[in-house]
């Protein structure tokens, strides 16, 4: 006896495990008319074995869709990175692989995801970016799906990390219509304020010579902190379990004598200070939260969740003699989507005036900060987030501040835990890589929870080094977490169990 889903048509398709019957040939959809849109391209890909679909959605929303000649009867919505500017290729493929139709968006303008020139005197392109432009491409995109194969997918889901997660919020936010099920991880969801973050993490460690803390020094940070912290779960195993429970001090490492990479200045020893404790207003006011203790230095593991590469650690975003990728989001934000001034000097933001005004003119465009989930919760939708403790682009806390905001609003855990599960991951940089076991299936949990009614109650995530597992351990859903059993492997998610912190 074969067990299908609840859903008619996709559990059909699933048990015959054959091909969609097309609606119409590939090469025909480069006629297709749809509102406000104009199909550029639309070709068979034999090598991919997809249909490719190309096109524009006024004023400049460009998308891409492929149409997989073997189709699992769904339809997958891929999320960007930064400033966005380019079609996700990479995730796409993904989708692809498990046999999903799927887009991606540049959400309305193309170029280097660092640069945000884009924007000088387009606000319309700034909405486009900050919502529209995911929003337009899924209604755009599930009508070529339905054109293509003769019938809509029967289920949506969107997946998305980093720009993504916040693409992924912001539609069961403003547009619940729109997915059935949505993977949001280590989402930039709080974005005015995130780029503030990294403006003070800028000028913390880059703004004055004398702060600047060399790469060379995060191996004894990393390991000051783990011979503070480690053993606080009862493994020693490399990794900070949770690092809210880790009193590590950066006083700790100040230099006794001359200067080594062992030790930190008294000007760099202020400035790690700053990176633990966040941006704040004059007055002590919280405006983003800090980095957690943990995650100082990078260490090798082969892919993300959905095989993402690893975009690296404390080195490629935040320190170093060169300023990192979030210092470069950062400058380009608030150059030509806040400020509109290619002259603008990052040294000059003001974390009182400037951030109030910065809210002011962009937090209801680009932020996805609503916990008001209850229009996409009614229509059935499930929500996964997860994030990496040391995620060196987007504090975890973060995300942990967004769940209990939804939790509030929904009057309770019980209820949210309905439709949304967050899962943090120790030892997990941003989006992906690490020291912690990072490759986990996100989708496949989420589709196991929309399709068969069956929630997630652990992600099990492995380690890999040079292609091979060398560690699993299960990801709980917040606020639980993993306890090591104390007699199994503690290299095996099979020894360990989800419960309540402090148990």
Known sequence: MVCTVSVGRLGVLLFLGVRAAHGAPCESLATLALPDTTITAAAHVPAGGYCRIEGVV???????????????????????????????TFGMELALARGYATASTDTGHAGSPLDGSWALGRPDLVEDFGHRGIHVTAVAAKAVVEAYYGMPPARSYF???????????????????????????????????????????????????????????????AAAVLAKCD???????????????????????????????????????????????GPRTSRGRQ????????????????????????????????????????????DAFFKYLMFEDPAWDWRTLDFDRDVRATDAKLAAVLNATDPDL?????RGGKLVMFHGWSDPAISALNSVDYWQSVVRAM?????????????????????????????????GALEQWVEQGVAPERLVAAHRTAGVVDRTRPLCPHPRVARWDGVGDSDDAASFTCTRPGR
């Open 411 to 443: 009057r309770g855990r019980r209820r949210t835990d309905t439709f949304l599960r967050l899962f943090l991951a120790p030892g997990m940089q941003h989006c992906a890589g690490g020291p912690g076991p990072n490759v986990f299936d996100a989708v």
């Open 287 to 330: 405006i983003f939260p800090g980095f957690p203790p943990g995650g100082e230095i990078a260490a090798g593991s082969d892919a993300g969740p959905g095989g993402e590469p690893s975009f690296g650690g404390w080195e490629t975003w935040i320190v170093g003699t060169m300023p990192g990728i979030a210092h470069l989001i950062q």
């Open 159 to 221: 997946v998305g990390c980093s720009t993504g997660g916040k693409q992924a919020l912001t539609e069961a936010q403003r547009y619940p219509d729109d997915y059935d099920g949505i993977v949001a991880g280590a989402p930039a969801n709080f974005f005015t304020h995130l780029t503030a973050a990294s403006n003070w993490v800028s000028q913390a460690v880059h703004e004055d010579p004398a702060s600047v803390i060399p790469a060379s020094k995060l191996p004894a940070i």
């Open 374 to 378: 209850r229009r996409f919760r009614d």
């Open 231 to 277: 053993t606080r779960d009862g493994l020693t195993d490399g990794l900070v379990a949770d690092p809210r429970r880790c009193r590590f001090r950066a006083k700790a490492l100040r230099c006794a004598g001359v200067e080594t990479d062992g030790c930190l200045t008294d000007a760099q020893v202020t400035g790690l200070e700053k990176l633990y404790a």
């Open 58 to 88: 006024a004023p400049s929303v460009r998308f891409e869709v492929r149409l997989p000649d073997a189709w699992n009867g769904k339809f997958q919505g891929v999320g960007n990175g930064a400033l966005a500017g380019f079609i996700n």
